[in-house]
């Protein structure tokens, strides 16, 4: 094509052809014929190359085809589907579909009968495969239903007795995911957008429709495997595995796993599939339909010829899937997994490299170090998880020994041996091994300490506490935090711990103690405090928390342990007790940790003698009333437990007397504040000044009142019982019991009405569940005998009356509190004029001095100062209607104030002609003490 190539490289012109001049003759004149250059552009080639589509009578066609005289005429019929195919060989135009459609249906149902249909047919749906043609944009909009409609039909012939048509349909259909050009662009048609076949093929429904069409083609492995490769292209998209499940495509496909293919392309394709319903189809409905029995079984033969006979890295791959599949239907449906014996056989992979096993199964298995093995391995310890959330899987645990083949990791990270994983996967299996345990072991304790569990895991967190060469690699999900140290194991063991101490079983926690635990778990706490305190971090603080709920759990009920605990472990406790408060919301865990410090405090301290004298003597007591003054709502009903608890032993009362908040405010004053902020938070009615206003339920609240009574049996408790833990209340009426409720330091005349109402909560709180009764009993239509409603009512007078008496207490406070404010008023305005009296006096004193000195001058000047002294302390304007009561003015001899900058006081009698007077003293010290003075017989004046 050398002259096409330089056709093209010409320069795109305006038009096709341009006018030049003339060529010049010899002579330099101009010839008489012009230059005529003929210039061929890019479009212009392309549309010379473009194919002039001419409309074909479709309509004609279609009536040929329906015509019952011509049925018989199939040569024809042929002839004509072969034209039409040839026709619309670049592609079929969107108006056409519909007669198309019409044409190719009918020539379907007569393959049957004549063979001669195939391969024309197989022709014209080819051309699906093929983008539609359309004349204008909107024409996607306008023929969408009817490319939909047709593409269901498409699907349909899939019932189509012929092997050919079929394998034609789902490679058409496969190419709406790689779609083959056409031949040559059409003369005023562009082909449609890539995928809009794909969105009318979900709307459709055409994914459906062809996993209806499984069951036709179960007897041709050619055509399923085609089926296959089209469904597992159609379910990328998450419509499509709607429709597929609707159509139960996960059950179709798996039952049918372990059909016989020897390309191993039945199962690759059909795992491809079932995972991507998983993924993106409606998971729930998916796994209803893979708990089927019959599936379970193809699952369960399908893995196991995988894992004994697979060779192959694709088989290895396969194997995993197919594992992932089955693990997350033992997630929901466990029962099916465990009656067909898959369960069983999961766990003896799971268990016989490490326990030894003579089942023929694993007889000669062995797990090579590829990644494909070692994914498996942590897949399978995965599932033994799954597993135990089933108590009916407990037993297959026990009798596969799974507990001692997951100990088998719990063991220092020595040299590996040759047959060892590399030193990175060894960690990684261990620490999931570990964390196994952590859902296993509580379900086998019996296996836990015939295995010696609790030796295991004290000796490995020795190791985990030593200084050795071993560094943690920390490259995986469980490795967190632990690349170069062992937080990871010492993190994970804990987790196992802490999960056996929770039972609760005896056995477990006396072994823990007996082999020095208590001791053991203190060191690594001051350890692990340690390392915080250089570097925190999350890893480092569940630690920490983890120790501290281990100590909780062993010594709770024990008073020998609580003495092993001890004055080191209250020291540690004190030191986290005195942590940064701002640290609670760094999002680390300190507010986790803050907690179980707490709860250890309530633990392994209280109902220690020796160990709360020590909390007491070391000031704790005052560092928990500082936790309780930051007023944090989660915190307090936990804080005010332990003081509760704590007030039994007589030596803590004056500690709590004695502490001082950051704004000097009493303990008995925050306890009143956070009675106050709870009834505020409830909803308690209360009017300003904090009195009672409904007499009838003085404690209840909004929230309390809300809630209807509804009959309960005699075992559950009612509404009113469990409002006495869901508050802090009763707990302040606990402490203050122990305080007592009258002269206490730092309350208010207001604060002592809200302490009348707590002296009187548990009164309060009787009447209120007698309320409760009354209400039960009329909600169930019951009506009392007579004795008991006459005391049924003595009991409700009862409870209203002392509610009344406390709010008449109360408005007797409040009304002695406005007049003892009133006399502190009137007592300060007196003591003004008093002062302002006494002023007065005072410069009458002054005049007469001055009247009897020489040196005139000098104290004329200090006069003044003293009378603007006493003008800048003379209040500004005098309250109306205040009775200042008589108060008798002191003799001048006595010692007055007399305003900041002159005091006058009293002259000694050494200095008023007494036998040792001292005259001259006497005349020095006047003009600086001032005072009243006596007669002299001689003066000397100083210069």
Same mark, same amino acid.
């Not at 012929?162 to 789902?170: F, K």
């Not at 009698?909 to 017989?937: F, M, N």
């Given at each position: 094509?050398?002259?096409?190539?330089?056709?093209?490289?010409?320069?795109?012109?305006?038009?096709?052809?341009?006018?030049?001049?003339?060529?010049?003759?010899?002579?330099?004149?101009?010839?008489?014929?012009?230059?005529?250059?003929?210039?061929?552009?890019?479009?212009?080639?392309?549309?010379?190359?473009?194919?002039?589509?001419?409309?074909?009578?479709?309509?004609?066609?279609?009536?040929?085809?329906?015509?019952?005289?011509?049925?018989?005429?199939?040569?024809?019929?042929?002839?004509?589907?072969?034209?039409?195919?040839?026709?619309?060989?670049?592609?079929?135009?969107?108006?056409?579909? !519909?007669?198309?459609?019409?044409?190719?249906?009918?020539?379907?149902?007569?393959?049957?009968?004549?063979?001669?249909?195939?391969?024309?047919?197989?022709?014209?749906?080819?051309?699906?495969?093929?983008?539609?043609?359309? +004349?204008?944009?909107?024409?996607?909009?306008?023929?969408?239903?009817?490319?939909?409609?047709?593409?269901?039909?498409?699907?349909? =012939?899939?019932?189509?007795?012929?092997?050919?048509?079929?394998?034609?349909?789902?490679?058409?259909?496969?190419?709406?995911?790689?779609?083959?050009?056409?031949?040559?662009?059409?003369?005023?048609?562009?082909?449609?957008?890539?995928?809009?076949? =794909?969105?009318?093929?979900?709307?459709?429904?055409?994914?459906?429709?062809?996993?209806?069409? /499984?069951?036709?083609?179960?007897?041709?492995?050619?055509?399923?495997?085609?089926?296959?490769?089209?469904?597992?292209?159609?379910?990328?998209?998450?419509?499509?595995?709607?429709?597929?499940?609707?159509?139960?495509?996960?059950?179709?496909?798996?039952?049918?796993?372990?059909?016989?293919?020897?390309?191993?392309?039945?199962?690759?394709?059909?795992?491809?599939?079932?995972?991507?319903?998983?993924?993106?189809?409606?998971?729930?409905?998916?796994?209803?339909?893979?708990?089927?029995? +019959?599936?379970?079984?193809? =699952?369960?033969?399908?893995?196991?010829?995988?894992?004994?006979?697979?060779?192959?890295?694709?088989?290895?791959?396969?194997?995993?899937?197919?594992?992932?599949?089955?693990?997350?239907?033992?997630?929901?449906?466990?029962?099916?997994?465990?009656?067909?014996?898959?369960?069983?056989?999961?766990?003896?992979?799971?268990?016989?490299?490490?326990?030894?096993?003579?089942?023929?199964?694993?007889?000669?298995?062995?797990?090579?170090?590829?990644?494909?093995?070692?994914?498996?391995?942590?897949?399978?310890?995965?599932?033994?998880?799954?597993?135990?959330?089933?108590?009916?899987?407990?037993?297959?645990?026990?009798?596969?020994?799974?507990?001692?083949?997951?100990?088998?990791?719990?063991?220092?990270?020595?040299?590996?041996?040759?047959?060892?994983?590399?030193?990175?996967?060894?960690?990684?299996?261990?620490?999931?091994?570990?964390?196994?345990?952590?859902?296993?072991?509580? =379900?086998?304790?019996?296996?836990?300490?015939?295995?010696?569990?609790?030796?295991?895991?004290?000796?490995?967190?020795?190791?985990?506490?030593?200084?050795?060469?071993?560094?943690?690699?920390?490259?995986?999900?469980?490795?967190?935090?632990?690349?170069?140290?062992?937080?990871?194991?010492?993190?994970?063991?804990?987790?196992?711990?802490?999960?056996?101490?929770?039972?609760?079983?005896?056995?477990?926690?006396?072994?823990?103690?007996?082999?020095?635990?208590?001791?053991?778990?203190?060191?690594?706490?001051?350890?692990?405090?340690?390392?915080?305190?250089?570097?925190?971090?999350?890893?480092?603080?569940?630690?920490?928390?983890?120790?501290?709920?281990?100590?909780?759990?062993?010594?709770?009920?024990?008073?020998?342990?609580?003495?092993?605990?001890?004055?080191?472990?209250?020291?540690?406790?004190?030191?986290?007790?005195?942590?940064?408060?701002?640290?609670?919301?760094?999002?680390?865990?300190?507010?986790?940790?803050?907690?179980?410090?707490?709860?250890?405090?309530?633990?392994?301290?209280?109902?220690?003698?020796?160990?709360?004298?020590?909390?007491?003597?070391?000031?704790?007591?005052?560092?928990?009333?500082?936790?309780?003054?930051?007023?944090?709502?989660?915190?307090?009903?936990?804080?005010?437990?332990?003081?509760?608890?704590?007030?039994?032993?007589?030596?803590?009362?004056?500690?709590?007397?004695?502490?001082?908040?950051?704004?000097?405010?009493?303990? !008995?004053? /925050?306890?009143?504040?956070?009675?106050?902020?709870?009834?505020?938070?409830?909803?308690?009615?209360?009017?300003?000044?904090?009195?009672?206003?409904?007499?009838?339920? !003085?404690?209840?609240?909004?929230?309390?009142?809300?809630?209807?009574?509804?009959?309960?049996?005699?075992?559950?408790?009612?509404?009113?019982?469990?409002?006495?833990?869901?508050?802090?209340?009763?707990?302040?009426?606990?402490?203050?019991?122990?305080?007592?409720?009258?002269?206490?330091?730092?309350?208010?005349?207001?604060?002592?009405?809200?302490?009348?109402?707590?002296?009187?909560?548990?009164?309060?709180?009787?009447?209120?569940?007698?309320?409760?009764?009354?209400?039960?009993?009329?909600?169930?239509?019951?009506?009392?005998?007579?004795?008991?409603?006459?005391?049924?009512?003595?009991?409700?007078?009862?409870?209203?009356?002392?509610?009344?008496?406390?709010?008449?207490?109360?408005?007797?406070?409040?009304?002695?509190?406005?007049?003892?404010?009133?006399?502190?008023?009137?007592?300060?305005?007196?003591?003004?004029?008093?002062?302002?009296?006494?002023?007065?006096?005072?410069?009458?004193?002054?005049?007469?001095?001055?009247?009897?000195?020489?040196?005139?001058?000098?104290?004329?000047?200090?006069?003044?100062?003293?009378?603007?002294?006493?003008?800048?302390?003379?209040?500004?304007?005098?309250?109306?209607?205040?009775?200042?009561?008589?108060?008798?003015?002191?003799?001048?001899?006595?010692?007055?104030?007399?305003?900041?900058?002159?005091?006058?006081?009293?002259?000694?009698?050494?200095?008023?002609?007494?036998?040792?007077?001292?005259?001259?003293?006497?005349?020095?010290?006047?003009?600086?003490?001032?005072?009243?003075?006596?007669?002299?017989?001689?003066?000397?004046?100083?210069?």
């Amino acid at each position: 094509m050398p002259a096409a190539q330089e056709v093209a490289r010409a320069p795109v012109r305006a038009n096709s052809m341009t006018l030049n001049e003339a060529p010049k003759s010899e002579n330099g004149k101009h010839n008489g014929r012009p230059l005529v250059r003929l210039l061929v552009t890019d479009t212009d080639l392309v549309q010379k190359e473009a194919v002039q589509f001419k409309p074909m009578d479709l309509d004609r066609v279609v009536k040929l085809f329906e015509d019952p005289f011509s049925k018989d005429l199939i040569e024809r019929h042929v002839k004509v589907l072969k034209k039409v195919a040839k026709h619309y060989c670049n592609g079929i135009l969107l108006r056409d579909l !519909p007669q198309i459609m019409k044409i190719l249906n009918i020539s379907a149902a007569n393959i049957e009968d004549h063979k001669d249909f195939i391969d024309p047919v197989c022709e014209v749906v080819k051309l699906f495969g093929l983008p539609f043609l359309k +004349e204008k944009m909107s024409d996607e909009v306008t023929y969408a239903e009817t490319v939909a409609k047709s593409l269901s039909q498409l699907g349909c =012939l899939m019932r189509v007795p012929s092997s050919q048509v079929r394998i034609q349909i789902c490679s058409s259909v496969a190419n709406f995911y790689n779609p083959q050009s056409t031949r040559l662009p059409m003369d005023g048609f562009q082909p449609t957008n890539v995928t809009y076949k =794909l969105q009318m093929a979900e709307v459709g429904g055409l994914a459906e429709t062809l996993v209806l069409s /499984l069951a036709v083609v179960e007897n041709n492995l050619q055509e399923k495997l085609a089926l296959l490769k089209v469904l597992q292209l159609l379910s990328s998209t998450a419509e499509n595995c709607k429709l597929m499940a609707r159509a139960q495509a996960a059950c179709r496909i798996c039952s049918r796993l372990n059909d016989s293919d020897p390309s191993g392309q039945l199962l690759f394709r059909s795992s491809e599939i079932l995972w991507n319903l998983l993924e993106k189809g409606p998971k729930e409905e998916v796994i209803n339909q893979l708990s089927n029995i +019959e599936c379970i079984y193809a =699952l369960k033969d399908s893995f196991v010829r995988l894992l004994t006979n697979g060779s192959r890295h694709s088989d290895r791959q396969l194997r995993n899937d197919l594992l992932v599949i089955a693990t997350l239907i033992a997630e929901d449906s466990r029962p099916p997994m465990i009656e067909s014996g898959f369960a069983k056989q999961l766990i003896l992979f799971a268990t016989f490299s490490e326990v030894k096993s003579h089942n023929p199964l694993v007889k000669n298995l062995k797990l090579l170090h590829n990644h494909e093995d070692f994914e498996m391995k942590k897949l399978l310890f995965n599932l033994v998880v799954v597993l135990s959330k089933d108590l009916s899987a407990v037993q297959l645990l026990c009798d596969g020994k799974v507990v001692l083949a997951l100990f088998n990791y719990v063991k220092a990270n020595e040299k590996h041996g040759v047959h060892d994983w590399p030193a990175a996967r060894y960690e990684d299996l261990q620490l999931q091994a570990i964390a196994t345990l952590s859902s296993v072991a509580p =379900l086998l304790v019996e296996d836990y300490m015939t295995c010696q569990g609790n030796t295991r895991i004290l000796l490995f967190l020795e190791w985990c506490c030593n200084q050795d060469a071993f560094f943690g690699k920390g490259n995986s999900f469980h490795g967190t935090g632990g690349r170069g140290n062992k937080h990871a194991q010492m993190r994970y063991s804990l987790r196992l711990l802490r999960s056996m101490v929770s039972l609760g079983d005896e056995t477990v926690n006396q072994d823990l103690c007996d082999q020095g635990a208590i001791s053991q778990l203190l060191g690594i706490l001051k350890k692990a405090m340690a390392s915080a305190a250089a570097n925190e971090d999350a890893v480092l603080l569940e630690i920490q928390c983890d120790l501290l709920f281990i100590l909780s759990s062993i010594c709770e009920s024990d008073v020998h342990r609580k003495e092993l605990f001890g004055s080191e472990g209250v020291d540690l406790v004190l030191q986290l007790l005195r942590m940064d408060h701002t640290k609670f919301y760094s999002g680390l865990g300190h507010n986790k940790l803050i907690f179980c410090t707490l709860d250890c405090v309530w633990s392994c301290i209280v109902g220690c003698f020796s160990s709360e004298d020590y909390f007491l003597e070391k000031e704790g007591m005052f560092i928990v009333l500082d936790l309780l003054a930051l007023n944090l709502k989660s915190m307090n009903n936990l804080v005010l437990g332990i003081l509760v608890e704590f007030c039994d032993n007589p030596k803590t009362l004056p500690h709590i007397t004695t502490w001082r908040g950051k704004t000097n405010e009493t303990a !008995p004053k /925050l306890l009143v504040q956070l009675w106050k902020q709870e009834e505020e938070d409830l909803g308690v009615r209360r009017d300003t000044y904090g009195r009672i206003v409904d007499s009838k339920r !003085p404690l209840v609240g909004q929230l309390q009142e809300d809630q209807e009574v509804t009959p309960m049996p005699a075992s559950s408790f009612s509404i009113a019982i469990m409002e006495v833990a869901e508050n802090i209340r009763a707990k302040i009426y606990s402490i203050f019991s122990k305080l007592g409720f009258e002269n206490l330091p730092g309350l208010s005349a207001l604060d002592y009405v809200t302490l009348s109402v707590i002296s009187r909560y548990l009164d309060f709180k009787v009447g209120e569940v007698w309320a409760e009764i009354r209400s039960e009993l009329k909600a169930e239509n019951i009506r009392p005998v007579t004795s008991d409603q006459e005391a049924l009512d003595v009991i409700e007078r009862a409870a209203e009356n002392i509610s009344k008496l406390v709010a008449a207490h109360q408005t007797e406070m409040i009304e002695n509190h406005q007049q003892m404010e009133l006399l502190e008023e009137q007592q300060k305005y007196a003591e003004i004029k008093v002062n302002h009296k006494q002023q007065e006096i005072v410069m009458k004193s002054w005049d007469h001095f001055l009247s009897r000195t020489s040196n005139y001058e000098a104290l004329k000047k200090a006069k003044r100062l003293q009378e603007k002294s006493i003008e800048s302390s003379r209040p500004k304007a005098r309250p109306q209607n205040i009775t200042v009561h008589s108060t008798q003015i002191p003799n001048l001899n006595t010692t007055v104030a007399c305003g900041p900058v002159v005091t006058v006081e009293s002259t000694p009698s050494k200095l008023t002609g007494g036998p040792l007077a001292d005259t001259e003293l006497a005349l020095k010290r006047v003009p600086i003490r001032g005072g009243a003075l006596q007669k002299v017989k001689g003066v000397k004046m100083l210069d």
